[in-house]
């Protein structure tokens, strides 16, 4: 049961899906006089930024 | 004691290995199973990682607990401190890609022996310490790219000629692709429609993301590979459609400009809606049916049919021309050593480590992953009769058609007969399975041979569309994101001299330079569908001297940045695979530049085939295309010559900056006064 919820939580962190909840948590700790952004836009933005570089190989 | 017990078993790990590789090595004439393979691996991997992985990291890199850049800066955008398993996900994903599937397959016509050997020694030796060097280059360096590392290092010659190549290799690497989908798609209802329906599916997943529930990636993901298992049950019932299936069989040609469209909307769409959605599910994709591909294999152990070494190491091969050495070490790139990875080791992945020391786990163990998935794609295509396999593979400009091509083979010493061709191929939901160059397809046969076998009989059809859609979703990825790196890369460039170009926002220079780089590898990849000779002999080859030659570039940064750091008493770690790589490389490139034999060199090949032109002795649909033939051979003959003389300009360059460091050292330093 452990290992499953450990797995799980790998999973969520490594395909992006837990992304904006750790956002916040950083956005609160760094900047706690800013408003963050909202989830739709937090999204927008992670995606445009990641595809301008080399992520894929042969 | 327990130290006792630890060299107790490293010895016993040490003896498996060298039984198994003393196995391998031996077996004549009897067929070996897959676990021989399996278990020499492991243990080469084991010792590997354990010995020489840990030494260099510790020894020569000295690795220590300072912060990361990701700990030091911590941004939340680009530098964020992750869980070292997390970014060891992220970073194989980023490196497994269509690579090591199909660079095995096309080696086994020299037999199982020299693709094994290569991978297992290429591996541990070069690639994964490539890998591993660069990566922490990288993060002691800020995350600093390949290229920019080049241009610090070792000048402004080297950072020009590591993007130039970069650029290269993106070019030939995405047409051999093209091509290689092309095959597995002309004339096969069921595989068009399957890949086809990959594209909406993965709009609808954008969509989702986006708008219904924004970022949920998970959710979305569950959908669409949902969607994509019932994309390959759908094209089977497509298939079936009297009028339907008109609709989906198409010859090469017409493929080939779908792909061109197709690479050339990705780059200029926003990612949202094609690129990112498509590669999460091409990622799960992957990773889910290699680990699939993994089990099974380990299961079943099937019986290797293919011999340890066929006639062909000669030179004589039909699938590509050339020697076992240096052809196997160029047509199996990743999968052994990958220029293309250095690229994701830098740059992306160093701005995640949390701790420095990681750099042994996620670089090496990383590439040591890729490398078993390019063993279980040898075994794959070695588990195939011989006669079936180069049947598949080889194309109808070399072995005729039919009864012919099947006539040809069994007299290599392959015996294959046409009726179990066409019974391979029914079975399979295909109307031929006879020249389907490329290795795409062999693969699909084998894997699905092996996941029938293992997950229930009587499902082939299904199993092979399935191994065709995997293959196809994630070349598909590579394809697109390829081609916006290219346009983000030429859009770079060109912006050095129009700023205006720079801006990779204003449309007309996305236009232009995406099309621009569709047209590049469009190109290569319309010569390869006209070409009756199947186009991946000049292709894959190609791809290969490119990306060894990345690599190439890519140890000379690390063997600078090991001399001018103090380290250089171990330059040998990066030193030795450049040696390799640059010999391999240089006679690889001499005779596709040199040879006189038509099928190896390319000025020979289109020679040959302009006297033949003038003489009239071709048919009327070959001197149609020759002309176009000969173009590209010469080109191509050049292209080689240019990536050579990129690789000596850049190691001299390296030579100069070791040999000043040198000078400066000695100089400073009397003589017995450093340690």
Known sequence: ?58 | MAEWGKRIFWLGVAALGALAFGGIATARGEPINAWWLIAAAVCVYAIGFRVYGAWVATRVLLVDGRPTPAVRINDGRDFVPTNRWVVFGHHFAAIAGPGPLVGPTLAAQFGYLPGTLWILIGAVLGGCIQDMVILFCSTRRDGRSLGQMARDELGPVGGGAALVGTLMILVILISVLGLIIVNAMKHSPWATATVAATIPIAVLVGVYMRSIRPGRVLEGSAIGVALLLLAVWGGGWVDQHPTLRTWFDHGPLPIAYAIMVYGFAAAVLPVWLLLAPRDYLSTFMKLGTVALLAVAIIWLNPVLHMPALTPFVDGSGPIFAGKVFPFVFITIACGAISGFHALVSSGTTPKLLTDERDVHMIGYGSMMLESFVALMALIAACVLEPGVFFAINTAPGVVGEGAQAVATISSWGFPVALEQMQELARQMGEATLFGRTGGAPSLAVGMASIFSSAFGQGMLAVWYHFAIMFEAIFILTTLDAGTRVGRFMLQDFLGNFVPALGRTSWYPSVLLCSALVVGAWGYFLYIGVIDPAGGVNILWPLFGISNQILAAIALCVGTAILVKTGRERYFWVTGLPLAWLTAVTSTAAWQKVMSDDPRLGFFAGANDLAAKLAGGVLPPEKAAVAPQLIFNMRLDGWLTVLFVGLLWLILADTGRVCLRHWRRSSAAVPAGGRA
């Open chain 1, 1 to 58: 049961m452990k290992a499953l919820r450990a797995f799980w939580s790998w999973l969520r962190e490594v395909s992006g899906d837990d992304a904006y909840e750790r956002y916040l948590a950083h956005h609160a700790a760094a900047h706690p006089d800013r408003a963050p952004l909202g989830r739709r836009e937090f999204f927008n933005w992670r995606q445009a930024t990641a595809w301008a570089k080399v992520k894929r190989c042969c």
